[in-house]
Structure formats: structure tokens, C-alpha cells
């Protein structure tokens, strides 16, 4: 099984790749043995799932999500492509839908902002990019990060404790909503594994796994 099966973790998920040379029945067991071993280790979280190694059916692969979900606590929130030409369509259609929405939701910023930059907004931002130390994100609205916050992100600057920060790898310098900061840590320690969002609760920060009902709003 340590051969058959190998998971690597990236900042939004992780890769399971599978070893071409083993049947897909055994692999499917060797999967399942795998998450069931690790599964204190992932706890509860939502990540994007890769599949390399071997080529697989949709069926297979429709299997292969049921295996990781039952013998874990992990939510799949979508199956990666790795073909590079499908992969360029769903990530084209994914930014023409950011774009057509953008005048409803806010301001999309395209590009990462890098350290001494500024960006603020009466409303939402959603960015496309990272957000490096020594940045920062201020906003009356939601602050989305579509990459990694390192910098400092500011939402409901006008006291709208109903606005939330969401990333998809955070470890800030400085998170605020309203008037409620959360503990940052200066060693740039990630407040979560994979995509997070960042909400008032009672008065105080509550920072949860992302799931897939925030990209529903």
C-alpha cells in the first residue's frame, strides 16, 4: 500500500497519485486503508482533490471521492483536472463568471499585491491573486482572497459585523472584521488547513474550513 498510494498535500488540497502498475480494485482498497489510517491526521476539512499516476474513469473517479469521503472526515469540494487544455477552459469560464457577477458582489482586483501596497474598497474586493506580507486589503464589505493572504486583510471597516475575510491558504499578519481581531501569529502560521473563512460569531472571530455553500452566495 505505501508504494500503490502516495498523497501529497498543496495549498488547496491535495494529489493522491496512484501507481499505474496495480490493479484499480486493489488500489481502491489501498486507498481506502490509506485515509482510514490517516484520518486524525486530516480532521475536518474541505479540499480540492488531484488523481494522478493512473487514468481513471469518471466512474472510477466518482468511486475514488466515495473511498477518501467514507474513510475520512475530508470534504471534497471538486475533482482538478489535470489535462492542461480542460483545465484552461474551467479556469477561463470560472474568471468570465467572477467578471459577470463583479457589478452585483463588489471589486475584483486581478493580480497578487505585494509588500507597501494598498487596496481598498467601499465595497467587496474579491482578489485574484496573493496577498504578500506587508500588503493589506481594506474593505466595508467581504474580503476573498483567491490565493494565499499573508498580508493584512480589514473587512467591515464601517462596523458590518455581518462581512467575513475568506482565503484560500491563511496566515496573516492582521485579520479584522468591525471592531473583532483575530490572533495573528508573526511567524506566519496558517490559521487552518486549505481554504478558510473568517466570521463574527457572538461578538468574537470564529475561523471555520471553507465549504462549498461560500461560493454559492
Given at each position: 500500500m505505501k508504494n500503490s498510494v502516495v498523497i501529497k498535500s498543496n495549498r488547496s488540497g491535495m494529489t493522491v497519485i496512484l501507481d499505474p502498475e496495480v490493479p484499480y480494485e486493489q488500489l481502491l482498497a489501498d486507498v481506502a486503508a490509506k485515509f482510514g489510517e490517516t484520518a486524525r491526521f486530516w480532521g475536518s476539512?474541505?479540499?480540492?482533490?488531484?488523481?494522478?499516476g493512473k487514468p481513471l474513469t469518471p466512474e472510477q473517479e466518482f468511486q475514488m471521492v466515495n473511498v477518501i469521503t467514507e474513510n475520512s472526515e475530508i470534504e471534497i469540494l471538486c475533482l482538478l483536472d489535470q489535462d492542461l487544455e480542460r483545465t484552461t477552459r474551467c479556469e477561463k469560464a470560472l474568471n468570465d463568471k467572477l467578471m459577470e457577477l463583479s457589478a452585483a458582489t463588489g471589486q475584483f482586483y486581478r493580480g497578487s499585491l505585494s509588500s507597501g501596497e494598498?487596496?481598498?474598497?467601499?465595497?467587496?474586493?474579491?482578489?485574484?491573486?496573493?496577498?504578500?506580507?506587508?500588503?493589506?486589503?481594506?474593505?466595508?464589505?467581504?474580503?476573498?482572497?483567491?490565493?494565499?493572504l499573508k498580508g493584512a486583510a480589514i473587512a467591515g471597516i464601517s462596523g458590518n459585523t455581518d462581512a467575513c475575510v475568506a482565503a484560500l491558504d491563511m496566515a496573516p499578519e492582521q485579520l479584522k472584521i468591525a471592531d473583532c481581531e483575530a490572533k495573528c501569529s508573526d511567524k506566519g502560521k496558517r490559521l487552518a488547513k486549505g481554504p478558510v473563512v473568517v466570521t463574527v460569531e457572538n461578538g468574537e472571530i470564529c475561523v471555520k474550513s471553507m465549504k462549498k455553500s461560500f461560493f454559492q452566495r
Open positions: 476539512v474541505q479540499m480540492t482533490l488531484t488523481l494522478a494598498t487596496l481598498e474598497s467601499e465595497y467587496s474586493i474579491v482578489v485574484i491573486g496573493n496577498v504578500e506580507q506587508g500588503a493589506r486589503v481594506i474593505s466595508k464589505g467581504n474580503v476573498v482572497v483567491i490565493g494565499d
